[in-house]
């Protein structure tokens, strides 16, 4: 077998797909450098397709998924999509070209596939069955589209008794809700609960027949049983809570508190005295606002000008008037360029707020990428 050309490499056999698929991704990759972006076509990105899919047999999910989302930014580009920046191909193209490296060395060590796992990912998350009843309360939801095809809504819960967060998510493909993650909203989180995505999203739920992954992930298999909980109200959100921007920055540099955090990023409470107007950057393609702390210190809110974040520029401008002014905001942290910028999630209202359209009782949350405030009564 051969891995890289005049080599030859030894592999067991369950393992023997692997060597092939890198040889690949590198081959197309080294044509798309040496060729330029510029000269790119359809049956470039036919050909990244293929090697996702060859990476796919081989186990490599990490790869396959990178592959995919470098083959939707090329799509952007032959589309001339306003949405495509050069930096996020370099970027994922380097991402590509730095795993490949780290596979084939974990590969030289490597018996069977578990032994890779670390580095190529692994084809389902492993849930261990949890005895008993637990208690959570929905604090943020958010809704995300992939680059790689897939819409989904992620619900984060708090388990006092257990002082954990835990994730619940559910993801359908863009050929099913198009990239507008807010219709999940309405479905089911299983075929046997009588529970929306949304009313999950609300509200405490006592939990039985529970399966939770190492990073806190909620599986909403068909035995879950949920019913509705006692509610924690504002302490489940002293966890996240910080006193300003500062203070944020203070949490990051200590790192990730739980699955919940991702790379570089921490979720937060704040509970700003004031939100800035809505401006639009059309040279970078985003929309921007900001937050204004109890210090009097302004933390710049970002939003790429992406369609599914239409819902939340509309709701960041509706939060910047007088009527709309929030009690809290639960925000994603991160630095860029050295400086701290956020992510709104989710806004919270002592008042409750009557959300349009939907059966639910008034809420004291409203999920800003998902529940539009336009037509909300407070």
Known sequence: MQDEPGRAVRVPRALERVPPALTAVDAVLRRVAEHGLQRATTATRAELQAVAAQAHHARLVRLERELEALSTQLGRYLERDPLFRPAHWVAGAARVWLLVG????????AETPADLEAVAGT????YVEVAGAIEVQAVAASGWVTDSGYA??????????AARWLQAAVVRPQTMVGAAPQRLLRMSVNDTLGLTTQMLAHGAWTLRGVRLSQDGRLSLHQGLQVAAGAPLGRTAL????????AEAVDRLARGSLSPLDGVGSV?????????????MDETQARAVSSLRDSAGATVPVVVSLRP?????????????????????MVVRAALSQG??????????????????????DPVHEVHLTLEPLKGAQR
């Open 102 to 109: 780290t596979t084939r060395a974990a590969l030289a060590q």
């Open 238 to 245: 002293d966890p996240l809570y910080v006193a300003s921007g």
């Open 152 to 161: 989904g809504v992620t619900v984060q819960l708090w388990q006092r008794d």
């Open 308 to 328: 599914e974040n239409d819902i939340l520029i509309d709701n960041l401008t509706m939060l910047a008037s007088p009527a709309w002014q929030p009690d809290g």
């Open 339 to 360: 400086r701290l910028v956020l992510h709104p999630l989710t806004a919270v209202f002592l008042d409750p707020v009557t959300l349009p359209g939907v059966r639910l």
């Open 267 to 279: 979720l937060v409470y704040l509970e700003p005295v004031d939100v800035g107007a809505v401006t």
């Open 123 to 126: 084809p389902r998350r492993r």
